[in-house]
């Protein structure tokens, strides 16, 4: 028996458990887990814990990233529209985009021609309308590809999510508009970075994603924990036992009530270990 049997922890990828915004800085060939955090995860697995990633990214943009990080659950993709076992790439939970996400996504563009928007499908590829120099760095960063098509209508559904790609004010003006609709109440929108704005089915968020795994593992709600630093962790967040952010997270997330640990970079998961490790009994052995 491990004294973490029945914990289960579940995190945001970038930014909080890899330091993204420094393989961005330092033009590093992808993101780095700090030490301490690689160290303490394999410590917490090691000693009966079940981890795994809740992130923003689609599976075919998080799939080479996933070789690194040490996990012993289900990888939540997609915001939490899907969970994926990592060693067939299939969907073990998902909530698609509804049938009519193409002709929503229409009426959104007829009111923002130059919208830029890719859409992740459930076949792990991607489709992009209006593609922007957003986009294109997006893309370039993560190592994927996506095809270009003239209309929404060309994709090829079920879609795990639709993500808006521009300027900060720009992406307001569309989420504005999005929850203007009638039919917004059929989806969730959130922002996962500055220039990122996402779009899945109703239900599809972190936090019903940390719900779902948790019943999946047979882990009670009392025993899970999460950490996340951005507005789409919010939900995961305010799901779990106790919550953590970065002291690097964004605002509205330093604001939320979570525990606050140290910066991403210093390794923010090591300081959730360490409190999970005094919660259920017992002294740090690893190396810092």
Request: glycine content about 8%.
């Amino acid at each position: 028996m491990g004294k973490f049997d029945g914990v289960l922890l579940v995190s945001d990828y970038d930014d909080t458990l890899a330091d993204t915004a420094g393989f961005a800085a330092r033009n590093l060939p992808k993101p780095e887990i700090p030490r301490r955090n690689l160290e303490a995860l394999r410590y917490f697995m090691e000693n009966g814990g079940r981890f795994g990633v809740i992130t923003g990214r689609a599976w075919q943009i998080f799939r080479d990233l996933a070789a690194d990080v040490p996990m012993n659950a289900p990888c939540g993709v997609g915001n939490g529209a899907g969970l994926i076992d990592p060693q067939t790439e299939r969907f073990l939970y998902a909530r698609f985009l509804p049938e009519d996400a193409p002709e929503r996504l229409e009426e959104i563009r007829r009111a923002f021609p130059d919208l830029a928007c890719e859409l992740y499908r459930a076949d792990h590829r991607a489709d992009a309308v209006n593609p922007n120099d957003f986009a294109r760095g997006h893309a370039s960063r993560a190592h994927y590809q996506f095809r270009e098509i003239a209309s929404f209508r060309e994709t090829e559904p079920p879609l795990v999510k639709a993500l808006f790609e521009g300027e900060t004010e720009e992406l307001e003006r569309i989420r504005q508009f999005f929850l203007s609709r009638s039919w917004a109440g059929d989806y969730e929108i959130t922002f996962s970075g500055r220039h990122l704005l996402e779009m899945t089915a109703k239900g599809a968020n972190k936090g019903e994603a940390t719900r779902v795994l948790a019943g999946m593992l047979g882990i009670s709600m009392d025993h899970v924990y999460s950490a996340g630093d951005h507005q789409n962790d919010l939900s995961m967040l305010a799901a779990a036992r106790e919550g953590f952010a970065p002291a690097s997270a964004i605002p509205a997330v330093l604001a939320s009530g979570a525990t606050i640990v140290s910066p991403c970079p210093q390794g923010a998961l090591a300081d959730v270990v360490e409190i999970l490790d005094r919660r259920y009994g017992g002294e740090r052995p690893w190396s810092v």
